[in-house]
């Protein structure tokens, strides 16, 4: 490339003179010019005969004596015609060339210049793809890395869910364990408490069936014999009660008609307090009939209670007696 615009440059000073030599020999010179003039020297275009022309001026002598012929003349004019031809043909075939060449440069230029573009072009492209693929690649990562933190979110989001699912179930079993638990205590307490029931109604049974003198016979018949004792005496306080109770009734009948000292009202009193009194001596009655009976069985001295053995002291002191010390406090 760096050849070719030289030798564009040296073409255009060649033809120049070219153009003149033929123009101004070939037509003009046979008619306004003479022979003399249209030496061999003037054809000639190289440089060299025309120096030598030059420098020998002796040489020219000859020729100004003789006179070219008219077949001579037009020999020399057609052999100028020929070499002027040949020059203008040369000068065609290198202008030609030249043409040529300027436009295989300009093919290359324009070439090398579609060659660069479309390398800038394939650079540009390859550039842009590049850029589109990093772009991709770039958006493909934050992607996923948005997908990355989605799907961790997730995760862990789902592992707390888990972990709470885990916390309420072990929290629920927990719960029902110490429920179980508990209940087991309590069936425990129940089974406890019933078995104590049991052994305490067992032992109220006992108690309630007990005979706590049953083998001591001296000592039951020492009671029976004390509370008959009691009874034909409180049988004979029942009689004399009631006798002067009906004395007391009489009398009331007879002073019904003389009662301004009010004797009457004092007198009804005295009565009720007197049947009150045979009415308690009846239920002893009763008691003592109840106590008997025991004796028979060989229940008495057992409390009414607590079931336990009354004393042989309180059975003594009172007759009858059916509450210890302990349980008559109580009441």
């Known amino acids: 490339m760096s050849s070719s615009p030289a030798k564009a440059k040296k073409v255009p000073a060649k033809k120049a003179p070219?153009?003149?030599?033929?123009?101004?020999?070939?037509?003009?010179?046979?008619?306004?010019?003479?022979?003399?003039?249209?030496?061999?020297?003037?054809?000639?275009?190289?440089?060299?005969?025309?120096?030598?022309?030059?420098?020998?001026?002796a040489k020219k002598a000859p020729a100004k004596k003789a006179v070219p012929s008219a077949a001579q003349r037009a020999a020399a004019q057609q052999q100028t015609l020929v070499k002027a031809a040949a020059a203008k043909a040369k000068v065609q075939a290198a202008a030609k060339a030249k043409k040529e060449r300027e436009a295989k440069a300009k093919a290359a230029a324009k070439a090398k210049a579609i060659a660069a573009k479309a390398k800038v072009q394939a650079a540009a492209k390859a550039k842009k793809e590049r850029e589109a693929k990093a772009k991709a690649a770039a958006k493909e990562r934050e992607l996923q890395r948005k997908a990355h933190e989605k799907a961790v979110a997730e995760a862990k989001r789902q592992r707390e869910i888990e972990a709470k699912r885990k916390a309420v179930e072990a929290e629920k079993l927990r719960k029902q364990r110490e429920i179980e638990r508990r209940n087991l205590e309590e069936q425990k307490r129940q089974e406890r408490r019933e078995a104590e029931e049991r052994k305490r109604q067992e032992a109220l049974e006992r108690k309630m069936h007990s005979k706590p003198y049953g083998d001591d016979h001296e000592f039951l018949e020492e009671l029976r014999t004390l509370l008959l004792e009691t009874r034909d005496a409180t049988n004979e306080q029942i009689a004399i009660g009631e006798s002067e109770a009906n004395e007391m009734l009489v009398d009331r009948e007879r002073l019904e008609y003389d009662d301004e000292d009010g004797s009457s009202v004092a007198s009804d009193i005295q009565r009720d307090q007197l049947k009150d009194f045979v009415a308690a001596l009846r239920t002893k009655v009763d008691e003592i009939d109840v106590a008997l009976a025991r004796i028979d069985d060989g229940s008495y001295g057992r409390c009414d209670e607590c079931y336990e053995p009354i004393s042989k002291p309180r059975l003594l002191a009172q007759l009858p007696v059916f509450t210890c010390v302990s349980c008559r406090a109580s009441v």
């Open 18 to 57: 070219a153009k003149k030599a033929v123009k101004v020999p070939t037509k003009k010179a046979p008619a306004k010019k003479a022979p003399a003039k249209k030496t061999p020297a003037k054809k000639v275009p190289a440089k060299a005969p025309a120096k030598k022309a030059v420098k020998v001026p």
